[in-house]
């Protein structure tokens, strides 16, 4: 099974960018599901961006300051974050699946292998 690992969280202000890093021990390129979940104490874990063969989807409250994407080595997922608001602050995710065909999507049950989490904190 692949194990990841994240980095590159940390407090930044209102406004600011952070780039989440996830790496894997195995190629995660084409036949995985990709994905970065985020979560806030006492609250339910939510998918945010989904990477489904090169294709990404986004969380409607990300879309459009966030992207994902992998590097042409295959062994690294990015999550870069612009326009970062207060409501940003959480811990966050990389994880990844088997595409077994039928789609990725942000459905945290789907996915067996995950990162130990690397919080981001938007002061405003």
């Known amino acids: 099974e692949v194990q990841l690992e994240e980095s590159g969280g940390g407090l930044v202000q209102r406004g600011e960018s952070l780039r989440l890093s996830c790496s894997a021990s195995?190629?995660?390129?084409?036949?995985?599901?990709l994905a970065w979940f985020r979560q806030v104490p006492g609250h339910a874990r939510e998918g945010i961006a989904v990477l489904d063969n090169g294709y990404p989807t986004y969380k409607l409250s990300v879309k459009d300051r966030f992207t994902i994407f992998r590097d042409d080595a295959g062994n690294t997922l990015f999550l870069q974050m612009n326009s970062l608001q207060p409501g940003d602050t959480a811990k966050y995710y990389c994880?990844?699946?088997?595409?077994?065909?039928?789609?990725?999507?942000?459905?945290?049950?789907?996915?067996?292998?995950w990162g130990q989490g690397t919080q981001v904190t938007v002061s405003s």
């Open positions: 195995l190629y995660i390129g084409s036949g995985y599901c």
């Open positions: 994880a990844a699946r088997i595409d077994r065909g039928g789609g990725c999507f942000l459905l945290d049950h789907q996915y067996t292998a």
